[in-house]
Every structure is written in C-alpha cells, then in structure tokens.
C-alpha cells in the first residue's frame, strides 16, 4: 500500500481529495476515518510524559505560578475598574509609572518558564506524533482499508468505521514512553506545536466539561429531597 495515499488523514488533504473524484468512480475496499489528536490523547505515553513533566519541571511551574502573582499584585493599583486585567484605557497610567519595567521584567520571566513546560511537552507530542504515520498504516494494512480521512472532514460515518482506538493501541505498542527534556537548542516544529495546541485545546473542554457535570451533580444532591 502505498502509504494510505500519503496519509490524507495525517496531512489534512481529505477535502480535496473527494473533490477530485469522479462520481462515478468506486474505492475497490474499505474507508476509515481517524482523530489524530484523539489517537495521541489515548496513548499511554502521553499521560505518563504529561505527569512527569509535572515532577521534573516542578521547580519551573512553582516559580511560573509565584512570579504569575506577583505580576497579579503589581498590577492592582492600575486596575481601577476591578476587572482583574489591564485595559486599553489602563494601559497608559502602567506604562508611565515606575513599575512598568519590572512588569516586564516580570512577564517576561513568566513567558520564559512557561516556555519551559510548554516545549516539554511539545517535545512529548513530537515523539508520539513521529510513529503516527507507521501506526496508521499498520492499523489500515491490518484491516484492509485502502483510503483514510481526518474525522472532521467527513459528514457522515458508520461508528465501525472509525479506527481511532485501534490506532492508539497500535502506538502504544511503537511508543511505549517518551522522554520530556528537549535536546540543547530544540526548537517544537510547526506541526508539533499546532498539534499540541489542539491537544491542548481538547484537555481543557474535557476538563470544563467534567467541572460542569460535577456541580450539576453536586446541585442535584442538595436540592433532592430527603428520604422519609
């Protein structure tokens, strides 16, 4: 096979390719679709790189999080509406007045931690994301599909036909972990960190969405009823 048709799922082509069919013409075997990001969420390296990240930058998210409120409290006497952030019509007084440049001493402290973590865990992501190609077409080749397309270029599937969890299951057999502390001078390419961010993305909505359920739940408790 000839590499899933360059790996539509994994280079974003999907669309153009329908638009390039004929409607007429028929795929001689099956057609999956794939979520990438999804596919690297699942991994087993993922949450075991993400935890560590967490203990071995500790010190980083510790000094992030300290310099974050310092940041905070240099900036109260300018917030005169209290809306917690700084304003155009605010702006002006801050840049002004004696402690603008330890604000941006101090922002720019914060962005360079913050970096830190982020690159680690880009890094993590790039690891994976490198045996997602061989994963794919392994899992394609293993089941007999001949054409694969990202998940969110499709308007309609069959539950059957998505083979995102074969395909984690096939990476955390290639990748059983990754390492976290990027070589000198590394630098996340393009597509690592546009992937990372939708990971990211992903983790939060879960997250708000856990949130969510659990104050439902918690409301639901308190207003039921007590039993007799």
Same mark, same amino acid.
Request: net charge negative; proline share 4%.
């Given at each position: ?13 999907? $669309?153009?390719? &329908? ?24 991994? #087993?390296? &993922? ?18 999080? $300290? ?38 001493? &101090? ?7 913050? #970096?830190?973590?982020? #690159? ?87 997250? &708000? ?20």
């Amino acid at each position: 096979m000839k590499t899933l048709t360059k790996l539509l799922a994994a280079t974003g082509l999907a $669309a153009t390719a &329908l638009a390039s069919v004929p409607a007429s013409a028929q795929v001689d075997g099956k057609i999956a679709t794939v979520d990438t990001a999804r596919a690297i969420i699942g991994t #087993n390296a &993922l949450r075991s790189a993400y935890d560590l990240v967490t203990t071995t930058y500790k010190a980083q998210i510790d000094q992030r999080t $300290a310099k974050q409120q310092e940041v905070t409290e240099l900036l109260k006497p300018f917030d005169t509406d209290g809306n917690a952030r700084i304003d155009d019509a605010e702006l002006p007084a801050l840049q002004q007045s004696d402690s603008f440049a330890q604000f941006q001493r &101090l922002e720019a402290e914060v962005q360079s931690l913050g #970096n830190q973590v982020t #690159n680690a865990r880009i890094f993590a992501v790039e690891q994976i994301f490198a045996q997602y190609a061989p994963a794919l077409e392994e899992v394609a080749n293993g089941q007999q599909v001949q054409i694969v397309f990202p998940l969110d270029a499709v308007l309609f599937r069959v539950a059957d036909a998505d083979i995102t969890t074969q395909v984690t299951e096939a990476l955390n057999v290639r990748v059983p972990s990754v390492g976290v502390v990027p070589p000198q001078g590394y630098r996340p390419s393009q597509q690592g960190a546009g992937l990372f961010q939708e990971i990211q993305q992903r983790l939060l909505t879960a997250q &708000l969405i856990q949130q969510r359920q659990q104050q439902q739940e918690q409301q639901g408790n308190t207003e039921a009823p007590a039993g007799r």
